[in-house]
């Protein structure tokens, strides 16, 4: 099937010429929104962090990343990994005890990559320096949980920072050109207009941000957000509205960004609702997505008011 965006995987097989893996590690860190420093409770959504396996983090990142290269390894015939520091906030440490953490790929010949997750309310010059020093030697990737925009969006999630807070990061990270940003939105929040979302689209084309990962709201048992949803019941985006959401969402994103994922889901056991993202489900619905821009002759950036 055609694919009328630019995905991740197209994108690091132009750089290495080659199929290159993801080996996510919970490095053990927590979070300004879980200690005190913002808050306490988490985002609205959040489930322990975004890793649903806890005892990963009972293992040294080392042994996380020794393991992700050998189930790859055997899978897929993989020979190049990206390294991919996920759970919780991971730029939210003194700079030499990330520098400890980030160099654990210095032992694995076969990590050509670097992805920090983080906050754009937890970085500093002192970290964004730090993670320039791999961009001599690695492909290097900030991701940033953005979600939204809009002050009432992020005000509802509880997300603890405001988009000012996102614009010092991305400028901040703009200085060392090196770094690549993808940014976190997610699309479905109940307090947002169709047009506020589509908004948010053009806000990252005229950011010209380096990548996008798209996400569909779910509520996941244990999280705030379960609570509200069975206390106060919201309307949640049907299958077929997210669809032409996410493609309507791209065609007004800029060509160049790297649209590294269309869809979130969780596993059965913890998921409340909509029933769409069963993690069961997902290539199916990337299958929908991607056959939707078929039917519309449409591709990435037919509509940036930005290009």
Same mark, same amino acid.
């Given at each position: 099937?055609?694919?009328?965006?630019?995905?991740?995987?197209?994108?690091?097989?132009?750089?290495?010429?080659?199929?290159?893996?993801?080996?996510?590690?919970?490095?053990?860190?927590?979070?300004?929104?879980?200690?005190?420093?913002?808050?306490?409770?988490?985002?609205?959504?959040?489930?322990?962090?975004?890793?649903?396996?806890?005892?990963?983090?009972?293992?040294?990142?080392?042994?996380?990343?020794?393991?992700?290269?050998?189930?790859?390894?055997?899978?897929?015939?993989?020979?190049?990994?990206?390294?991919?520091?996920?759970?919780?906030?991971?730029?939210?440490?003194?700079?030499?005890?990330?520098?400890?953490?980030?160099?654990?790929?210095?032992?694995?010949?076969?990590?050509?990559?670097?992805?920090?997750?983080?906050?754009?309310?937890?970085?500093?010059?002192?970290?964004?320096?730090?993670? *320039?020093?791999?961009?001599? *030697?690695? @492909?290097?990737?900030?991701?940033?949980? @953005?979600?939204?925009?809009?002050?009432?969006?992020?005000?509802?999630?509880?997300?603890?920072?405001?988009?000012?807070?996102?614009?010092?990061?991305? *400028?901040?990270?703009?200085?060392?050109?090196?770094?690549?940003?993808?940014?976190?939105?997610?699309?479905? @929040?109940?307090?947002?207009?169709?047009?506020?979302?589509?908004?948010?689209?053009?806000?990252?084309?005229?950011?010209?941000?380096?990548?996008?990962?798209?996400?569909?709201?779910?509520?996941?048992?244990?999280?705030?957000?379960?609570?509200?949803?069975?206390?106060?019941?919201?309307?949640?985006?049907?299958?077929?509205?997210?669809?032409?959401?996410?493609?309507?969402?791209?065609?007004?994103?800029?060509?160049?960004?790297?649209?590294?994922?269309?869809?979130?889901?969780?596993?059965?056991?913890?998921?409340?609702?909509?029933?769409?993202?069963?993690?069961?489900?997902?290539?199916?619905?990337?299958?929908?997505?991607?056959?939707?821009?078929?039917?519309?002759?449409?591709?990435?950036?037919?509509?940036?008011?930005?290009?």
């Amino acid at each position: 099937m055609e694919v009328r965006f630019r995905t991740f995987s197209n994108y690091l097989k132009e750089i290495f010429g080659e199929k290159v893996y993801r080996v996510t590690v919970d490095a053990g860190f927590t979070c300004p929104n879980r200690d005190g420093t913002v808050g306490m409770q988490g985002c609205i959504y959040c489930y322990a962090g975004s890793e649903y396996n806890p005892l990963k983090r009972q293992k040294s990142v080392r042994e996380q990343i020794a393991e992700g290269i050998e189930r790859a390894g055997k899978r897929y015939k993989a020979k190049k990994f990206l390294v991919y520091y996920q759970a919780y906030t991971n730029t939210y440490a003194s700079v030499d005890h990330l520098k400890k953490v980030y160099d654990e790929i210095k032992n694995f010949p076969e990590v050509v990559g670097l992805i920090v997750g983080t906050r754009p309310d937890a970085v500093s010059e002192e970290v964004i320096k730090l993670i *320039n020093s791999y961009t001599d *030697n690695y @492909l290097v990737w900030i991701e940033y949980g @953005l979600e939204s925009p809009h002050f009432k969006s992020l005000k509802w999630m509880k997300r603890g920072h405001g988009f000012s807070n996102f614009l010092y990061a991305f *400028n901040l990270t703009r200085k060392y050109p090196a770094i690549n940003i993808c940014t976190h939105i997610i699309l479905g @929040l109940p307090v947002e207009t169709r047009e506020e979302m589509l908004e948010t689209a053009d806000i990252l084309a005229a950011m010209r941000v380096d990548g996008v990962k798209i996400h569909p709201l779910h509520v996941i048992k244990g999280t705030p957000l379960e609570k509200l949803y069975l206390d106060y019941p919201f309307p949640l985006l049907k299958e077929e509205e997210y669809v032409e959401l996410v493609v309507d969402f791209i065609e007004r994103l800029h060509p160049d960004t790297v649209v590294q994922r269309i869809t979130g889901e969780a596993p059965p056991d913890i998921l409340v609702a909509p029933s769409w993202c069963n993690q069961k489900f997902k290539n199916k619905l990337i299958d929908k997505i991607r056959s939707r821009f078929a039917e519309r002759d449409t591709y990435q950036g037919r509509k940036c008011k930005f290009c």
